[in-house]
């Protein structure tokens, strides 16, 4: 384990949890001390990534974190293939280079890494004979074992809606005031906070507070759910899906979100955990992509964020855009 994503994911499982603002610096100084020219914002997004491989669990609210527990689970529609997730401790380490040795073939996957970003663990693959095995080599390898996590994710996705009631900006934090701009992707100054948008602040501790009007009041949210709940004002589909051309594999394909509408940690973590791998990023078409994803998946993905999901077809350009 000597990449820089392999180094982070032996420290982060042995640390075990702690604040989400400790990690940030631990992970930034790391990847700068291994010689890493990163860019802005690189620690949280590698954060983010981890949480969306299954390594770790977030509560950005609260500002904790800690590592996952060790699973293997199969991947849908991938017969034969299965998925170690979690924390990685030296002790599964060496258990895993056991299997390796004696019964398993284990398949290090090298995830990509945009430039400037800090690289996540290799994902580790699995092959397997009959599913009917699986539980007891978790057992070997110190893991629970899960059916099909990526399935089970996409059945506890929550339906969209905006949080409770919650206070305007305070008199002196109002020149902190941004509103989301739908078609830019990003925030901006807002001379008021009268009409109906997305919102975010400084509060009174400095914290970054996001928050959606309706009518005559706020509501509080997160930046992924607002976009989603301002996609739905605006009647703006982001989320499409591509069935694969091959013959019997036609109930499973590509998820094609656009860049300017994140999914939300555990709607990222479902699609993820479809093949294990980071996800694909195009910037032609500036879409995220998702492989390996079961249409009625992809499906459910869509309506618990009050989306239509589109659905193209081979003839679509590999963008996942019609010509």
Known sequence: M????????????????GKVADLRAGVLRTARGRGLNVRDGAEGRWIRDMSALGHLDVDWRRGVWSAAPPVLTRLPFSDGLALITGRRTAALGRAVDQAAEEWAVVLPVVNETAEGDIPVPR?????????DELPERA????????????????SLLPDLEPGPPAA????????????YDPVKRTYEPADSYSQDGLYRWRGADWSRLVQIR??????????????????????????RWQPESGAGRERVGTLFVDWGAPLPPLHARAAVLCTGLQPRFSSVAETVRYDN??????????????QELEIHHPKSTATGRTN
Do not use: K
């Not at 305007?168 to 509103?179: H, L, S």
């Not at 005559?216 to 930046?223: L, M, P, V």
């Open 2 to 17: 000597n990449s820089v994503g392999d180094l982070l994911m032996r420290w982060v499982s042995e640390l075990g949890g």
């Open 123 to 131: 994902s580790l693959l699995l092959q397997y004979d009959t599913p």
């Open 139 to 154: 057992d070997e390898l110190g893991c629970s074992y899960s059916p099909c996590a990526a399935l089970q994710t996409f």
């Open 168 to 179: 305007p900006p305070a008199p002196g934090n109002v020149q902190t005031v941004e509103r």
């Open 214 to 239: 309706r009518g005559s009041g706020f509501q509080s949210t997160e930046h992924e759910y607002g976009v989603y709940l301002e996609l739905e004002r605006t009647g703006t589909g982001s989320i």
């Open 293 to 306: 994803v079961p249409r009625a998946a992809a499906e459910r993905l869509a309506r618990s964020l009050r």
